[in-house]
């Protein structure tokens, strides 16, 4: 079956503008994850869904991040007024018990 | 300052030795999972250990977990070229959501054929 996808897979954007990064995850995954990854480094927790619980958004780093969960499939992470320091690779994952399953993630370039 | 941190940082062996990577955290867990990450690739899930279980196998693949110690170790028997990536420790913390987890900074390990 189909595994979690992203999109898009690179997105170049100016400072200052606002982008959007799409996660579909595997069907019947009742959880979804984003981390953030930058060069090299480990992955940086941004914010969790379980199914209709209310969201963990402790990791978002900043009020210019904001995620939503479509009818409990689709997720959006939103990035206002992009910086540079906001450059980073965009992981989203998805679970259904423990085992998480990644996209490809999305390469982030704010210039 | 890290829940879970690897060490070593980085790793080079010779294809066909061992590789041995740790993992040490700060609080009580769950349960605590290995990830692989290929160079320009996404993360693969290798192996979960539970708060209860002290040792687990998956073809080359041995992790141990020493709750006493806060520590678990990866053990990756007669590598392979293939075998070079990243590694990542992620546990889930015992007071949080059980499917949460925080992810270690990483280990990264060259194979040299």
């Known amino acids: 079956g189909a595994g979690v996808s992203q999109s898009p897979s690179n997105k170049v954007t100016e400072k200052g503008k606002d982008v959007e990064l799409r996660c579909d995850p595997i069907s019947g995954h009742t959880a979804l994850y984003w981390y953030r990854q930058s060069l090299g480094q480990g992955l940086e927790f941004l914010i969790y869904f379980q199914g209709n619980s209310a969201p963990d958004k402790s990791g978002l780093p900043s009020d210019r991040f904001s995620a939503e969960r479509t009818g409990g499939s689709v997720s959006t992470l939103t990035i206002q007024r992009t910086q540079q320091e906001d450059s980073a690779v965009y992981l989203c994952a998805s679970s259904l018990y423990l085992e998480q399953y990644f996209g490809p993630g999305t390469r982030l370039t704010v210039t | 300052s890290q829940q879970g941190e690897e060490d070593p940082q980085a790793l080079s062996i010779q294809e066909g030795e061992n590789a041995t990577m740790n993992c040490s955290y700060k609080?009580?867990?769950?349960?605590l999972q290995w990830y692989r990450q290929n160079s320009g690739r996404g993360l693969v899930h290798l192996i979960l250990i539970r708060s209860n279980e002290r040792e687990k196998h998956s073809g080359r693949l041995r992790v141990t977990l020493d709750t006493s110690k806060k520590s678990s170790s990866l053990l990756i028997t007669a590598s392979r070229a293939a075998d070079t990536a990243s590694y990542f420790c992620a546990t889930n913390l015992e007071k949080t959501s059980y499917d949460k987890v925080i992810f270690g900074p990483g280990t990264s390990l060259s194979v040299i054929p």
């Open positions: 609080t009580s867990i769950n349960n």
